[in-house]
């Protein structure tokens, strides 16, 4: 149950009862100063202003009217006209008892699921994936996770870049180098491929000739060329799914939906902007303006959808990708995770896509942008040599330095498990470094930060999930056997127990504005809680009376439960011990 909600409907039918006109919400959020109760409703404050009456005693006549019995100890005016609500510990106990045998814990399946499709990762498959990416692709598969959690339809969609004019010098190379040996042995390294055929290009006109010949053949769909193109694209594609593995990212080859499944739709597309008389002749290029993302002098924003040699541009797919996905796999919602700097690309992608009725308005497009990735001096994250940071290399060395953690802080542990906790550790920390920040500022990644057992990482939460487990260890239980009803006392109990009925609560939040790290902050918020909580009340002590410890020891199941399925919805792994 989403506690929030529950008050909020009490609040609401109470106001109805008040004579409060329906529309006027009851504006119900948790407390944020101790001393004010769990939750405050603020909402007669505004409707006295609306009715033009005093609020204190508005307050009151909601009052009469709050139904809590066994709910609240204590519901009492405050200031102006706050409602402050101080659940009763016994109904807290009772919530909670029972939660940590649910599947999705205390949160029901939404009662309005809808079809969303993400766009995330969406990599150039003519690249290696670099650390750019890595924002898209954890992000966005951690909002995929939470929506499925909470029963929407996901499509995930990654729109890798498989096209365009660079592939014709790539297609050459790779004909050129295949003479001598493997596609996967010269597409090993795709970066420096890359950089070999790039060097090839500017030094050799007549392979630079092959090389815009192949683009033609490659766009006219010459069978030799578009089978190097294949070869090429499977390669890299087989890259891309290695580290989904490692990061434990839940894109498969199924969500793939790159820009060349549009090519067929672009001149219909095109054709479509220009007899709706969007689409302009300018300068030889087709060019749509849009006055309504004029600058300030007023000129209109400028979307070229056909070049003057007749190419497409990477906004045309994009509106192409719109209306296959408003269509044909008929979205409510559109989410795409990509760096912030393309924002004005995808105002214009959505502003014009709705114009020329690609969208029906009625589906929420939404572009969520990110900060950059940058390293300890604040400039943008690069090797020691100032070239770009692969992500491959990147995820290696979180895992080894995580295996060095792990050697000096259990070095009893199996050379197994090492490696096992090593993995999890590491890759972790990387995805929870960059998870826990605001996803719209920028960030410094420090590997001393992010593998840090103290503070908002991930190897502190997992770290809290092993504590949990030892007790069990140490008492000898099957915590799956823990299910003794939950009583609440002590202040450092009465603490975690709101916390965990909270969960419902985040996960709403994270994915209504799509923000992970308010699931991080409340994840660290709770791990803290745990650690007062049984500093505060011991367990395994003796003299501790037989139904408290029943009690206590479910109570650090649930908390147990909640971090995993937490981090679970981050896409991070936890363990037994570490
Ligand atoms: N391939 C693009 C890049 O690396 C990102 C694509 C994002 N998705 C989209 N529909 N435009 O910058």
């Known amino acids: 149950m989403n506690i929030r909600e529950f008050l909020a409907d009490k609040v609401q039918s109470a106001m109805q009862a008040a004579g409060i006109p329906s529309e006027l919400g009851p504006h ?20 006295a202003k609306a009715m033009r009456t005093n609020p204190r005693e508005l307050a009151a006549k909601i009052l009469d009217h709050l139904e809590l019995d066994g709910i609240a100890d204590k519901v009492e005016i405050a200031g102006p ?25 205390s949160v029901e399946p939404t009662s309005a699921p809808q079809t969303v499709v993400v766009d995330y990762s969406s990599p ?21 996770r939470a929506l499925e959690f909470v029963g929407h339809k ?20 790779l004909e050129s180098q295949t003479q001598a040996t493997d596609a996967e042995i010269a597409l090993h390294d795709l970066e420096a491929f890359y950089q070999q055929a790039k060097q090839h290009f500017d030094a050799d006109p007549e392979f630079a000739n092959t090389a815009r010949d192949y683009v033609v053949k490659l766009q006219s769909g010459d069978e030799k060329i578009l089978a190097l193109w294949h070869k090429f694209r499977e390669i890299s594609l087989s890259h891309g ?3 989904y593995q490692t990061l434990n990212v839940t894109l498969s080859r199924e969500d793939v939906m790159g820009e060349s499944a549009y090519n067929d739709d672009l001149p219909v597309l095109v054709k479509a902007l220009e007899d709706q008389g969007l689409a302009v002749v300018d300068q030889g290029a ?56 393309q924002g004005l690309h995808m105002q214009q992608i959505f502003t014009l896509g709705v114009k020329a009725g690609f969208a029906s308005s009625d589906i ?7 900060g950059t990735m940058n390293g300890e001096d604040g400039k943008p994250f690069k090797t020691r040599s100032g070239g770009t940071v692969k992500l491959a290399d990147l995820l290696d060395e979180a895992v080894e330095r995580a295996r060095a953690l792990i050697e000096t802080k259990n070095p009893e542990l199996s050379e197994q498990e090492k490696t096992a906790v090593a993995l999890k550790v590491g890759i972790g920390a990387v995805k929870y470094a960059d998870l826990s920040k605001t996803r719209t500022t920028d960030y410094i990644f420090s590997w001393d930060a992010m593998l840090a057992f103290e503070g908002n990482t991930a190897p502190y939460l997992q770290y809290a999930y092993t504590r949990i487990q030892s007790i069990f260890r140490k008492a000898g239980v099957e915590p799956s056997s823990l299910t003794a009803q939950i009583s609440v006392e002590a202040e450092q109990e009465r603490h975690l127990a709101l916390k965990l009925l909270q969960f419902p609560e985040v996960v709403e939040l994270m994915i209504k504005e799509a923000f992970p790290h308010v699931l991080c902050t409340y994840l660290f918020e709770l791990a803290s809680a745990f650690m007062t909580f049984y500093e505060a009340c011991p367990i395994l002590k003796d003299g501790v009376e037989e139904p408290v410890k029943a009690s ?14 937490g981090l679970v919805l981050l896409g991070i792994d936890v363990m037994d011990r570490m």
């Open 28 to 47: 119900l959020a948790p407390a944020k100063k101790a001393g004010f109760g769990d939750y405050q409703a603020n909402g007669a404050m505004a409707a």
């Open 81 to 105: 006209g706050f409602i402050n609500i101080h659940l009763a510990n016994s109904w807290l106990g009772q919530q909670l008892s029972g939660v940590a045998e649910q599947a999705t814990l």
């Open 124 to 144: 150039n498959l003519a690249k290696e994936m670099h650390v750019g990416h890595l924002r898209s692709t954890i992000i966005g598969d951690a909002i995929v």
């Open 154 to 173: 996901v499509i995930r969609q990654n729109h890798v870049g498989d096209w365009g004019t660079q592939f014709g010098m790539l297609l050459a190379e």
């Open 241 to 243: 799914d290695e580290i």
């Open 286 to 341: 087709k060019v749509v303006f849009l006055q309504e993302l004029a600058d300030k002098k007023g000129n209109p924003s400028p979307v070229i959808v056909q070049k003057q040699d007749g190419g497409y541009l990477y906004a045309t797919t994009d509106l192409a990708c719109l209306r296959y996905r408003a269509n044909t796999l008929n979205a409510d919602r559109l989410m795409y995770f990509i760096d912030q700097r």
């Open 364 to 370: 929420s497009l939404e572009h969520h942008g990110f």
């Open 552 to 565: 206590r020891l479910h109570l650090a199941r649930t908390t147990g439960e909640h971090i995993k399925q």
